[in-house]
């Protein structure tokens, strides 16, 4: 079983389009405020699949990935979604397939570590399962889309403001910011579970990525669910 998570409700609703189903609610989780982490099941092409919408942020997204791992056992799992470009050559619509994710607010420099090292495990960048990526990259030619393999930033905020995009671009070198996947990543290489995530570029986090990420969202969730539909029909 492959396992799959979404953020948000307009990334749902494309990953519903591809499942061809109207509600996906199978259980919702009693450890999520308001019920808002689904999850389902189906079939996604000839593969069984278990997703989940786990709503914004990282411990939403860790909480997910945890349950999904007791409740479904996935032997893989894939983030799906939308993000803000960083790297200047991309633009809406684009794909990124991570090569490793980093917590650009995680922050313990005060003891000597450097920006986004998770104390404890030991870590700054949680690498992506090499085979997952690359099957994601041929998939996104087959699509005519552009792909780069890069670094995913992650942090809780919404980033719509140019100085820190500078920012994150100049301390971590990053191609894109959301708000979920290196928390997915942690919680994959914690539980020992083979993880990609991709997004595919929705605004340019800057000061006009409110408007942008309003019009263009959905455009963008859509083209993130149609590789990952494409990556398990190959």
Not at 56 to 71: F, Y
Not at 196 to 202: D, G, Q
């Amino acid at each position: 079983m492959v396992g799959i998570i979404v953020a948000t409700i307009e990334e749902l609703e494309a990953l519903q389009k591809k499942l061809g189903v109207s509600k996906s609610r199978v259980a919702v989780s009693r450890h999520a405020v308001g019920g808002v982490m689904e999850f389902g099941t189906g079939l996604l092409g000839s593969e069984r699949v278990c997703y989940c919408r786990c709503g914004v942020g990282k411990v939403a997204a860790a909480l997910c990935v945890q349950q999904m791992v007791d409740r479904f056992r996935p032997e893989k799992i894939l983030m799906v979604g939308v993000a803000g470009a960083l790297n200047p050559k991309l633009h809406v619509g684009d794909i990124v397939v991570s090569e490793d994710a980093v917590q650009h607010d995680f922050d313990t420099t005060y003891f000597g570590d450097p920006p986004g090292y998770v104390s404890g495990i030991n870590c700054f960048n949680f690498k992506a399962d090499p085979v997952l990526r690359d099957k994601a990259v041929v998939a996104a030619g087959l699509l005519g889309y552009h792909c780069i393999v890069g670094r995913i930033l992650t942090g809780d905020q919404f980033i719509s403001d140019q100085a820190k995009k500078e920012w994150l671009i100049e301390t971590f070198q990053g191609d894109c910011c959301e708000m979920e996947g290196a928390a997915i990543a942690q919680a994959c290489y914690t539980n020992h579970v083979p993880f990609v995530i991709i997004r595919a570029i929705s605004d340019s986090a800057s000061d006009e990525a409110i408007v942008q990420y309003g019009e263009f969202v959905k455009e963008a969730a859509d083209k993130a669910v149609a590789l990952l539909s494409e990556i398990l029909q190959s």
